[in-house]
Every structure is written in C-alpha cells, then in structure tokens.
C-alpha cells in the first residue's frame, strides 16, 4: 500500500477449488481489511482469461493499459528481457 492506493501482487486459488467463490470471498476480505485504499491495481498477462474474467467480471476492477513490445510496462528496466511480454494492467477505483 501506498497511501491510497493498493498492489495486488498475488490471489491464489488452488485449481481445484476454482468456481466456488473462494476467490471472490478473498478479495472482498482484503478490500474490507483495507477500507482507506481508493484505487487498486493488478496486472496479469493476456492468455490467462480466467484471471481476466474474475477481475473484470467478477470484482469489478476495469482494463486501463495493455503492454507490449510497443507500450512495455514502465516499471521494467531496459536490462529486464521483456520481449513477447503481453499484459493487461486492471484498476478497480473504490466509491
């Protein structure tokens, strides 16, 4: 956390427990642990549309940025070997 804003860095859910709302459970947990936080942030590369149907579907949270080898992630370094990368960033803004 960072003053008002939060960095989802990891949400695990064994595969064998998927569709059951124990994720959904989870992350409504942490918004409720974490009420002073007004905008979250997650990032998750493009072919897991599992994870994308979850953050957008099932917590809200809305696609703002998309990287790729023409818009690479800022917080990379040149060093990093981010060539093929493709993720979406997601924000969920708290009312």
Not at 5 to 18: A, D, I, K, W, Y
Not at 32 to 37: A, D, N, W
Not at 58 to 83: L, M
């Amino acid at each position: 956390m960072k003053g008002d804003h939060g960095s989802l860095e990891l949400l695990f859910v064994n595969p064998t427990m998927h569709s059951h709302g124990i994720g959904k459970a989870a992350w409504r947990a942490i918004e409720q642990i974490y009420p002073k936080v007004k905008v979250w942030e997650t990032i998750t590369p493009y072919f897991e549309t599992r994870n994308i149907h979850f953050y957008v579907n099932k917590c809200g949270f809305k696609i703002v940025e998309f990287y790729n080898p023409r818009h690479p992630d800022p917080s990379w370094s040149t060093a990093d070997n981010q060539v093929g990368w493709l993720d979406f960033r997601f924000e969920k803004r708290m009312e």
